[in-house]
């Protein structure tokens, strides 16, 4: 079945360093990549996806870059600020399967002031 | 963006009961509505797929008579968790695709509701 491998499950960073996140698919069909960041007993929170068609995506401090070849993408933070420190998910989904996601097993990011 | 709720936030039952959770969407209408359960320290893991007026399908390993699942208009979704015991324990999300204002940054973009937390004692 569809598989998402999230890497590392922890992350510690100092604040102002990069963090770069990454994802591999094994469905060939996805052709939508969000991530999403989550808080303790929050609701994850949509920050920034790309679409198959796309090799890169920037806003501000967050980019995202999509190699299909490889299926693999990643998310890239830079000047992290400590409250960046969340879990973060990537996910995977194609339209043809009434837009389901299959996300990957989350990233534990903290930013250390 | 669009908004989704839920309902209740938090619930704790008695094992052997039956839980009703309530997701809306307030101001867009949600073709397609989906259930993940989030066990502690774990990502969300797809339970159901529903869309409106048709039965939902469910992913494999889920049970349907177990997680009843209802999307009886385009604004409300409902999972029941009947005879609930406490490995049912855990945080249940729900979240909706708007497939009709364009509201949506993409077709397939999804709006998460806040989730409730179930504990069966």
């Known amino acids: 079945g569809e598989n998402v491998e999230q890497h590392p499950s922890t992350l510690s960073v100092q604040e102002g360093d990069s963090a770069v996140i990454k994802c591999t698919y094994s469905?060939?069909?996805?052709?939508?990549f969000p991530w999403y960041k989550q808080e303790l007993g929050k609701r994850p929170q949509l920050i920034i996806d790309?679409?198959?068609?796309?090799g890169e995506k920037k806003d501000q401090r967050i980019a995202v870059t999509l190699n299909k070849t490889a299926k693999h993408f990643s998310l890239h933070i830079t000047e992290t600020q400590p409250e960046d420190s969340a879990v973060y998910f990537c996910a995977a989904s194609r339209s043809n399967q009434g837009g389901k996601l299959i996300f990957g097993q989350g990233t534990e990011l903290s930013v250390k002031p | 963006g669009a908004v989704v709720s839920q309902h209740p936030s938090r619930v704790i039952c008695k094992s052997g009961t039956s839980v009703k959770i309530e997701c809306r969407s307030l101001d867009f209408q949600a073709t397609t509505m989906f259930w993940y359960r989030q066990f502690p320290k774990q990502s969300l893991m797809l339970m159901a797929t529903s869309n409106e007026g048709s039965k939902a399908t469910y992913e494999q390993g889920v049970e349907k008579d177990k997680f009843l699942i209802n999307h009886a208009s385009l604004t409300l979704s409902t999972l029941t968790v009947t005879s609930a015991h406490p490995e049912d324990s855990s945080f249940y999300i729900c979240s909706a695709r708007d497939g009709t204002s364009g509201r949506a940054r993409s077709y397939n973009e999804q709006f998460f509701g806040p989730g409730t937390r179930l504990t069966v004692l």
């Open positions: 790309i679409r198959s068609n796309v």
């Open positions: 469905d060939s069909a996805s052709n939508y």
